[in-house]
């Protein structure tokens, strides 16, 4: 078909389609052209009324929450209205106090239906003021007794979470916890603490049920922490080491149990903002549960901490395998609690000291062949905490093998050339294997790679400076030259020039002690041989580095 046919077909459609546009009456189509300007944004009457609403919403919560303070003080000075005049007495105070926050309560309630979140401010006031109501009865008028006070407040926090039930806002969850935990101590149970602290372990039973029921986590964290606190501090007062331990480890468990089996049950894991809330927790339980149990049992402190930690860890793999993917997001959270503990327990604590150089070692060659590359990972921020924690005790036992290799110390003991020489070297040889086995993770980053090589390089001249300081300083300035030739051969062979120019720190070193103290502090002979080497090899690393210096032409 040629070009006229096919036009003249075009025609035609066009003509029919017309015919048929008429028939139907459709408007004509309007006429398009190339350029279209850009449409401004219209700003609608609507889009004006919602910003207005959401000022004026705003503005609403501020104003509420100033009117219930206005309502209390109102409340308190016609209390001291009725005082002055001898009309109020103790027990009609706490009946007007009470029935106030329970109008409160009312009245919020029947608010709900127009503006939820405003109306839910008055029963958290009217809540408030119940718990001072029982406190105030109890302790300053003696008008209940202290087993009648707590049942109140009991009672208090169990409406609380009825509220929470019907409103689901975290400041009920709020109000039951910390009503429930102050209670003993505000109601004065300072004569029964043993009581108080088995009230505690309740109080955390009954919370970490409501939670699995409410799907309430805030409410498991608020009771966590408040229970944790407030049994320490407790136990500063009680001297019964063993049994504040005991209940420590307990709201661990109930805790911790808690929030495995609200995931199970409510197939709903922690959000990383949730698991992080609970590590300040987890960290105080750690510090509080080592002190109580190094008070009384000093050596088994270190081991029931590395069983909680172990306790969690379990948890943690169990949890994670009901996820498709086989992971959950608390799991920063779990390495950073566990490494903490292995570095305190573990590290510190029990590792022996001939034992601790040897960490090092043992790090690198994990390091070197355990197949763990960090720059593809997925979830980096898991390993911030524990990577910190690694970088920490290799540093720890860096210096102090540096530091012992300087030193100056009789050939007997852990303390001398006889014992760290040997942790010296293989430390040496570690940092190598690390530097050549992980050389395609390293070239990515040449400040790490640098490090290694800085690090590795210092440990080679304190190494062979005390191997061979009692032969002479011959032998020093031998081994330093030899081990430099090595390493520029080594780089060469490998076309590393980074590698090789780090060598010219060693050539540095023996270059100065060749000129700075042999030429002027050694024998005659000794002198001219450490210069002549010196020079021999300084001029054969020079021409080297002419020919590695060529590799970037």
Known sequence: MDLNQFEQRLHAIEARLAVIEERLSLPPPPAQSGWHEPKAPVSTAREADLNALEGSSNSGNWLGTIAVVCFVLAAGFIIKLSI???????????????????????????????????????????????????FAAHRLYALVSVDAALILTSLVSLLC???????????????????????????????????????????????????????????????????????????????????????????????????????????????????????????????????????????????????????????????????????????????????????????????????????????????AFVPFNPSSMKDRSTWYVPALIGFIVLAIEYINIINHLLQRSSMIGSDGPAFWLPVAFAALISTWLVLIYRRDDLAHNDEKGSALLGAAHVLAIAGFYRLADPYGSLAVSACWLFYAIAVMAFAYQRRDKTMAKSALVVLGFAAGKALLYDAASTPTLVRILCLLITGVVLYGAGFLMKKIAEWEK
Not at 114 to 120: I, K, L, N, Q, V
Not at 241 to 255: K, M, R, S
Not at 301 to 307: D, K, N, T, Y
Request: a neutral charge; hydrophobic letters at 55%; proline letters at 3%.
């Open 84 to 134: 002055d005049s001898g009309w109020l007495t103790p027990a009609r105070q706490i009946v007007i106090a009470a029935v106030f926050g329970m109008s409160l309560i009312g009245c919020g309630l029947a608010m709900l239906s127009t503006y939820r979140g405003y109306a839910s401010l008055l029963p958290a006031a009217g809540v408030i003021i119940l718990y001072l109501s029982v």
């Open 161 to 367: 979470i009825g509220l929470y039930l019907k409103i689901k806002h975290d400041v009920y969850a709020l109000c039951a916890a910390v009503g429930a935990y102050l209670s003993p101590v505000i109601l004065g149970f300072h004569t029964q603490a043993l009581f108080t602290v088995y009230y505690f372990v309740c109080c955390s039973l009954t919370f970490a049920t409501l939670s699995i029921w409410l799907r309430s986590r805030i409410m498991t964290i608020i009771a966590a922490y408040l229970a944790i606190l407030i049994t320490s501090l407790i136990g500063l007062d009680l001297k019964d080491d063993v049994t504040i331990a005991i209940v420590l480890a307990l709201h661990f468990l109930i805790f911790a149990l808690g929030t495995y089996l609200f995931t199970r049950v409510n197939q709903q894991e922690l959000t990383e903002k949730e698991a992080w809330g609970f590590f300040p927790v987890l960290m105080l339980f750690y510090a509080m549960e080592y002190f109580y149990i190094d008070r009384s049992y000093p050596g088994l402190a270190p081991w029931l901490s590395l069983v909680f930690a172990g306790l969690l860890l379990a948890l943690y793999a169990s949890a994670k395998r009901w996820f498709p993917d086989g992971r959950i997001k608390s799991q920063s959270v779990i390495f950073a609690f566990v490494a903490i503990v292995l570095f305190h327990s573990f590290y510190i604590e029990l590792l022996p000291a001939d034992i601790k150089p040897w960490v090092y070692v043992v790090m690198m060659l994990a390091f």
